[in-house]
């Protein structure tokens, strides 16, 4: 469980949080829905600890390791890619050990011809890829998903999701799931928050309670469950 408790961020002037009180449980997937701008990063970033927040407290969070897949890949320009994902498992894994994981990740995302190519080589959609091979073979405790899936084709998309219900959701883990695509959240989350703002206000909550191998079938009962929320 992680809760967070009386949390405020401000930007200058601008209030981007403002006395926000929300819990979230372990072994679930929550899905923070909104409107750009309206402070869901932020929130997501303050989680992750790459962003100080004013005051308020945030408690679950000691001990836990992070793994974030951002907009942006944030990939080193000098390092192949096989260079870039050892690089984040260079502390926990021997060499070994970390290349059959590097090679497992690269070939989930269908990447592993490119492990020695350099990131200027590769489109904007691979270099996401990687970017989501680089987090799932880091395997946080916390899995951080701020748009991982712009640019990607259906099929590794879905790959990519089925895999994260498969393999991530469980052993009390914790995945926060940021997205403006609504098919993706009902597809892949197990709460809905709807936010707006800012600064940033919880306007519903949603529990989908259908099971995930049902989902495809109960598209259109699922969007009549949000519909009236967004």
């Not at 944030?74 to 994902?85: G, K, S, V």
């Amino acid at each position: 469980m992680l809760e967070i408790s009386n949390l405020y961020k401000s930007f200058g002037n601008l209030k981007v949080i403002d006395n926000l009180n929300i819990s979230f449980s372990s072994n679930k997937i929550h899905c923070i829905f909104g409107p750009s701008g309206c402070g869901k990063s932020t929130l997501v970033n303050i989680i992750a600890g790459t962003m100080d927040y004013d005051k308020g407290s945030i408690n679950g969070m000691v001990g836990k390791r992070i793994s974030y897949v951002f907009q942006e890949d944030r990939l080193l320009p000098w390092a192949t890619i096989d260079e870039n994902m050892m690089f984040v498992l260079e502390s926990g894994f021997e060499k070994s050990r970390g290349q059959q994981t590097i090679d497992k990740y690269l070939s989930l995302v269908d990447l592993l011809k490119f492990k020695n190519h350099y990131p200027e080589e590769l489109s904007g959609g691979m270099k996401q890829r990687v970017s989501i091979a680089r987090a799932f073979a880091f395997r946080g405790d916390i899995l951080v998903m701020d748009e991982p899936f712009k640019g990607l084709h259906l099929e590794i998309k879905k790959d990519i999701m089925d895999y994260i219900l498969k393999e991530w959701n469980k052993d009390d883990k914790i995945i926060f799931f940021i997205t403006h695509d609504m098919e993706e959240a009902l597809y892949l989350s197990d709460y809905i928050y709807i936010f707006n703002g800012p600064p940033l206000k919880l306007k519903r909550k949603i529990d989908i309670d259908i099971p995930h191998l049902e989902r495809e079938e109960s598209k259109v009962k699922l969007r009549a469950k949000v519909n009236d929320y967004i």
